[in-house]
């Protein structure tokens, strides 16, 4: 018996019941906005609604809030709020053009500390804020760069988690793009260059992905006469990085071939373009090896 | 020529009273007790028999029939008579008044020649119902008989399936007023003798008034203090045999159509009769679906309670929010509501026991349908924890055995007390605790959890999975010295 009193003492000891809370009594939220509107951090949380009917694309409602810094803004959220702040489940977080660099340390001690999120959401940067959450739903633009970065390997998905292994290995971070003017729509990466922003398009997004070997698949045309293409499938990209050497490989599938290229001749005119877009970024010795399928003549 | 009985087989009655009187005085001259007396010659028969458990004709056309012109012999050649020529094959020379009685009461007609001459003829009633088909452990291939209330009939099931005369029998009768005939049954050369022992000694310390059932029997032999049986019945002949063949012990009870098989292993409760009447592909996947459902049963309503209060973050988003728009207009926390809907379902489950079968399909269909369609209705219990609910009591209900199913029960409720406090951690919590249980119960010195703790490799094809039999020849080794079953 006293070593049943004692188990149950200690377990009460080492944990406890402050965990417990019913889901009716919490206030999910999926997506923060964070941007600086005079020296002041404004945020937008989204909150998913009470009664919904679409559990995949849940109804969501905005609440506004400002603080000085982000813990009091976040946690003034809470006299608005008859509910428990709940943070597990936050999908999305969307920074506005008008944090910097100085303010990216702030963001990221405040999920750092926050013990309740996961380190696997999309982190954005958008042009309008109040557009982006109020008019789009948070599945919308986690698919966005979903989708991108798998079929064409046109983005990069970044997470909380690679936001603060970069930031502290001083390592440019590099954040999916989007904007909101009439319509959601994805627009290459920006990252910090000196506490300010630097944009990169879309089509150079491919290159910086075969530096962090994060190819996906994507399509590639090159023009070789008057209305005369050939297109290009990449199937699978390895990119193994040597200290002084980038060693690519890949595997090509020839779609169309209208200029009827020769297997050498696609291979040199598709590594040529390649090294020359990659030697703009890295001083690296490039090789690539490729593995050439479709038609093309022999 | 008949045999001659001995000086020594006649008794005198040394008392006052003559046999018939005290008998008379101790049932308190009971309706049922027959009395009659015939005067043959110099000679008096009295004849003694209890009419509810003796069959009258048997008495007219065995005994009053064969005796009625026997008016000339001497008294000892009577006896002999009588005891060489009565057509029956179970007649016995009584020497005392306590085994009078005792035959009296087990159905035999007693004949009291002069008063101090004693025999008794079996003239017992057939009361048991026939050989019928068992009611909980039905089988689609393989046999259908199953063991009746006749202790007789029950030996013969089995003795009809294993014509050996290694097959030994250790008889007791125990209750000091039912004097329940009860034996244990082994195969000599298979069994291990300490075994036999261990169990013979158990019922010899046997003292209670009465034995009814087989049941009366399991806290005598189960001393684990596991939630889960450690003693496995069956009313099933083949499963029976098939233990014996094992080198387990069976222990029958007469009026129990249920046959005790001693050891028990965990692994028992997930085995059944037909499982080797089938091909072992078949076997292993219905094991395994058994093994699934019983960790549905025991883990999926604290799994649900620990995931709407403490682990809300361990399920998707589209997941918590179904959950949570289904659970928005009930009052009760998870655990209220998952404590209520487990005790309707066992409420609901007694009563579909208890009342006759005419009247099932109504307590179903208001009790199941109406009520439970009206309770999510009246936004007394989420949708979600109905079918968990349900889903979690059917799967308790796969186990072969009424006393698995009964122990899934408080399995189920621990966990969803420690689930509703600690959340996963009183889960793993009860795992633990439900595997610390079941590492250190024994069943007759055996280990429960063999052949997984202590481990045998071997024993795993005939485990949750059964490998075919050319792969596995040999007894468990642990219940048997005689370790060949198949060349």
Redesign the interface.
Known sequence: MKKFLLIIIF?FLI?G?D??????D?A?I?TIGIEKVNDKYHILISL?D???EN??E?STTIKEIEGDNLNQAINDLSLKLSKKI?L??L?LLVINETIKNNDLETIINFFLNNN?T?EDFLVVITDNLKNTLEKTKFKEINNLIENNKQENSKTIYTTISDVIKNFYQKENIYFPYVTYQESLSLDGLITYINNSYKKIKSDDVIYLNYLFDNIDTYKISYKCDDNKYIYLNILTSKTTTLEKELIITNELKVITNDCKLKKKDINTLFNDNLTSNLKKITNKKITIKNTIRGTYEN | MYEKLNKEDTITNGDKMTYIERLKNDSNNDDDYIYKTIKLGKNTIDIVNIETITSSSDINNFILKRISFLDNLKVNDLIDYLYNYLPTTSINKIKDYEALKDKLLNGYTILIINQNNILAVETRRDLTRGVSTSDYEKTILGPKDAFIEHYNTNLGLIRRRIKDVNLHIKTFNLGRYTKTKTSILYINGICKKELVDRISNDLEKIDIDGIIDSNYLKKYLNTSKSLFPTIKQTERPDLASEALLEGKILILVDNSPEVIILPTFFIDFFHTSDDYYQKSLNTTFIRLIRLIAFLIAIFLPAIYVSLTTHNKDSMPISLLLSFKTQRLSVPFPAFMEAILMIIAFEILRETDIRIPSSMGSAVSILGGLVLGDAAVNAGIVSPIMIIVVAISAISGLLMPSIEAVNSVRWYRFLLIILASIFGYYGIFLGIILILTNLTSTKSEDKDYLYPFAPINIKEQLDGFIKLPSKNKKQRNPILSDNKVREK
């Open positions: 377990l944990t019941c965990s417990y809370i019913e889901l009716n919490l999910i999926n998913i009470e009664e919904i559990t995949m849940p709940y597990s489940h999908d309740e996961r």
